[in-house]
């Protein structure tokens, strides 16, 4: 499911953001299998490197809030 931002509708005084989901069914070939699970192998990596990272700063007491 991909979710992106829709419209902005105007209700009650205040503004709202609207979500649209969509599914999309991909075959890829042969070629672009490969190239999407590397791909996707490397998005892994960085989520669970940012993960670990994390997990140190917050032990050390340096948790930062964005």
Same mark, same amino acid.
């Given at each position: 499911?991909?979710?992106?931002? $829709?419209? =902005?509708?105007?209700? $009650?005084? *205040?503004?709202? @953001?609207? +979500?649209?989901?969509?599914?999309? =069914? +991909? /075959?890829?070939?042969?070629?672009?299998? +490969?190239?999407? /699970?590397? @791909?996707? *192998?490397?998005?892994?990596?960085?989520?669970?490197?940012? +993960?670990?990272?994390? =997990?140190?700063?917050?032990?050390?007491?340096?948790?930062? =809030? @964005?």
């Amino acid at each position: 499911m991909c979710s992106s931002p $829709g419209a =902005r509708v105007a209700g $009650g005084g *205040g503004v709202a @953001l609207v +979500l649209a989901g969509r599914r999309y =069914r +991909l /075959e890829f070939d042969f070629g672009q299998r +490969l190239f999407a /699970e590397r @791909l996707g *192998g490397i998005c892994r990596s960085v989520w669970n490197t940012g +993960l670990v990272q994390r =997990r140190a700063y917050r032990r050390r007491g340096a948790f930062h =809030r @964005l």
